[in-house]
């Protein structure tokens, strides 16, 4: 008996292209026994599809549960069609329609088969340092436009050979239209320079950067998304001159180890922590440093962390292949100098590095936009993003609500800039610290290159409240030049709302808000950053501060912590005594010029800020004098905490304010009695816990509310986050943290772009 062959059209959304989905379809047809066609378009995919009922059914269950697995599905929809008369499955060239949009998939890690074939002496591709195939490779570093074919990303200067067009012709082939396949016969090719000399290629080029790299010698290798700076990282001189010429004197460098056993000779590695580590993110991972790794303790001055991460391609695999004698941790930092962005193209990269290395590995496959290494943490046995970066951007971030078209340009550290439109947002990739034209550069084009590739043009602009943030003049400059409504956004009450869209917060009902971070623009002109907030989507109440302290020299305070003390200190009522060690940092006309800058408010802007607070007591016990990079006083305090010290000292709170004095007080009188360090530093942590205790506790009774969300870049503290989670969670609080983008300030675009997005704007406003 035959059953009635029926009819079904059924559309997928979600990162369905460069990742295998139609070869998968049409080997799924093939199984069901379904005849049709399927074709990508630029807003997912559609199939039209043939076969009895139970076939059909079948079929679609195992497009939504077993999906390839670099797929993401947002939506399968389908309804019957008529019967089409197709007498096999067949895949159907593109179809894309005017303003349809589509995710991009982020670059990805080399899986396991290409893994395979890249160290098999039979495979045409053994030791090929840019195998790939549907189901890794790279995507968002090379792409120009979409649809996502060939001509439009960096590989289309590469014509296919004979062998790979047979594989990427095949639909049942891992390699069916995978846009960057290659061979050695007609892919890309890496060689070895030093003083513009070519002196080896192919897999003589990475041999002689491996040899290079044993001797001690620094080297720029070109890899995904940029270029890298390489040295052994058990070696000190090497560590040190890298330091040296970087001019990056304290900062932790990345590390890198052929493997997870590499890894675990360094680091202790939790189930999470490896789970993160083999990601087909890759990411760097901040792991506890085992006391006996032969890691050079400079590669991470102050912390009790090492940042490392796996090998992500074919190259670096090859780098890292372990032998006798070489090292099993390389320094894998970013290619740049100090402040500027990571180098991509080549000729700048060239120019900008050669000071900096003794030799490049190079290659020939173009960098369409730089990607930095994302940097990630396992907090509460969970991911908790640093750097949202390679293998998470540009995937979207899902949200709640429906939006319109907001552009929000972002904060000014670790920027990154927001597009949102229906339920996405699309959050950049890091883009870094908005100081210098470099910088302002790689922003502008990242806007410009997002808006094409996601096929947005905003409604409206969304930035900071700062006067002065490069992005925010951005911003004002375009809305204007467009005609589109602008909406300025509190900082901390974007860190609010970041937090609440990381969470699939889909109301504008509010919730208690901690934000907590160095530097935020206030609404009565100060800098604020130890904020207690009540609000959500649509508005906030400021219910309690840190007190306001003048910081003496501004800027000049964050680099010197000793100067947030002695504000502190003077605040709080008390003495410079010589013998603390903040005071006794500064020499005797110092002290007099900060005491006149406090008294008078001279170049002394009033903050409340918590990073400060923490800067202040990291100086005032001795723990840090000078920050060469953000947080560094507050990272080096929580390295040293002792995790079983459970004691804290008190914090008032009035009407508006948290006054600080008597921890100040307590903590002085602590340190004159000789508590050690590590016990004063756990103090200074579980002192911020009770007060956040006790000002939520203080606001759920004003308000009934019972929801806490911890936004802002203090909470990067894993032992403020944890203990903080705790205390409010047995006090019968419900605990909003991040997940998929940083509590830093990377974050705070897609709070911007929320807040302008639920804002009413008047009809004759917009464009
Ligand atoms: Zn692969
Ligand atoms: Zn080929
Ligand atoms: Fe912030």
């Given amino acids: ?120 002496p039979a495979d045409r591709r053994y030791r090929y340092p840019f195998i790939n195939c549907t189901n890794c490779g790279p995507r968002f570093s090379i792409i120009r436009d979409i649809p996502y074919d060939r001509p439009k990303t960096s590989m289309a200067g590469f014509a296919l050979c004979p062998d790979c067009q047979r594989e990427y012709d095949n639909p049942l082939d891992r390699r069916f239209h995978a846009q960057p396949v290659a061979c050695p016969a007609c892919g890309p090719q890496v060689w070895f320079e030093s003083q513009g000399q070519r002196l080896a290629e192919c897999d003589a080029a990475i041999q002689q950067a491996r040899q290079w790299l044993a001797q001690g010698k620094i080297l720029a290798i070109k890899g995904l998304g940029g270029y890298h700076l390489a040295c052994d990282a058990a070696n000190p001189s090497a560590v040190e001159e890298l330091r040296r010429r970087k001019k990056r004197s304290d900062k932790p460098f990345a590390l890198m180890a052929f493997d997870l056993p590499a890894v675990e000779c360094h680091c202790l590695v939790s189930a999470a922590e ?77 120019e900008r590095l050669t000071p900096l290395v003794d030799g490049f590995l190079l290659h020939d496959r173009p960098i369409h936009i730089r990607v930095d290494d994302s940097v990630v943490s396992v907090a509460q046995g969970a991911p908790y993003l640093a750097r949202r970066a390679r293998g998470y951007a540009p995937n979207p971030v899902r949200l709640p609500l429906s939006t319109p078209r907001v552009l929000a340009a972002g904060a000014e550290l670790k920027n990154t800039f927001c597009l949102t439109r229906d339920n996405y947002a699309f959050l950049s990739h890091h883009i870094g610290d908005l100081e210098n034209y470099e910088t302002l550069r790689s922003f502008e084009e990242g806007v410009q290159h997002f808006q094409r590739l996601f096929r947005v043009q905003p409604e409206r602009i969304a930035c900071d409240l700062h006067p002065n943030y490069l992005a925010s003049r951005y911003a004002r400059q375009r809305a204007q030049d467009e005609g589109l409504p602008l909406v300025e956004v509190q900082h901390h009450h974007a860190h609010l709302a970041a937090v609440l869209a990381d969470n699939g917060w889909d109301s504008d009902e509010p919730v208690i808000g901690f934000c907590f971070d160095g530097t935020g623009y206030g609404t009565d002109g100060a800098i604020w950053g130890g904020e207690v907030l009540y609000g959500g989507y649509t508005g906030y109440q400021r219910f309690y501060h840190l007190r306001y302290v003048p910081l003496p020299g501004g800027d000049l305070a964050v680099r010197k912590p000793g100067r947030a003390a002695l504000a502190h200190l003077t605040a709080a009522g008390l003495d410079w005594a010589a013998e603390y060690p903040a005071v006794e940092n500064f020499c005797a006309e110092d002290r007099t010029a900060i005491r006149a800058q406090i008294n008078l408010q001279l170049n002394a802007p009033l903050t409340s800020s918590m990073g400060r607070l923490f800067d202040a007591a990291a100086a005032l016990i001795g723990v840090c004098q000078t920050a060469t990079y953000e947080g ?46 590590p016990r004063l530093a756990a103090r200074v942590h579980n002192s911020i816990v009770r007060m956040v205790f006790e000002t939520a506790g203080a606001v759920r009774q004003r308000t009934g509310c019972a929801t806490a969300a911890l936004s802002g870049g203090v909470w990067q503290n894993r032992l403020l986050l944890e203990r903080s989670t705790r205390l409010l969670e047995q006090a019968g609080f419900i605990v909003l943290r991040h997940h998929q983008v940083p509590t830093n300030d990377g974050g705070v675009a897609l709070g911007q772009a929320l807040i302008a997005a639920r804002m009413d704007i008047p009809a004759a406003n917009l464009g």
């Fill in 1 to 120: 008996m035959t059953q009635s062959v029926v009819g079904r059209k059924i559309w997928v959304r979600g990162i369905v292209q460069g990742v295998g989905f139609r070869p998968f379809i049409y080997s799924l047809a093939a199984r069901c026994q379904c005849t049709g066609w399927v074709r990508n378009t630029s807003s997912g995919v559609e199939i039209e599809i043939n076969g009895t009922a139970e076939m059909i059914a079948a079929f679609e269950r195992e497009v939504r549960q077993n999906p390839p697995p670099l797929a993401q599905i947002d939506a399968v929809e389908s309804q019957p069609a008529p019967v089409n008369g197709y007498t096999n499955f067949v895949i159907l060239s593109s179809q894309p329609r005017e303003g349809d949009f589509l995710p991009v998939s982020p670059d990805v890690t080399i899986c396991p088969d290409c893994r395979r074939e890249l160290f098999n």
């Fill in 274 to 350: 490896r789970d993160l580590l083999e990601s087909p993110q890759h990411p760097i991972v901040l792991l506890e440093r085992k006391a006996e790794s032969a890691v050079y303790g400079g590669c991470a001055p102050g912390q009790r962390t090492l940042g490392v991460m796996l090998p992500y391609t074919p190259l670096h695999l090859l780098l890292l292949e372990p032998t006798p004698g070489f090292p099993d941790m390389l320094v894998m930092t970013s290619g740049n100098l100090s402040e500027e962005p990571i180098a991509y193209e080549d000729a700048d990269a060239k």
């Fill in 632 to 677: 560094q006083p507050a990272i080096e305090l929580e390295a040293l905490a002792d995790r079983e010290e459970m004691g804290y000292y008190p914090m008032q709170f009035t009407a508006t304010e948290i006054d600080p004095a008597l921890f100040w007080t307590a903590l002085l009188d602590d340190w004159r009695a000789g508590v050690t360090t």
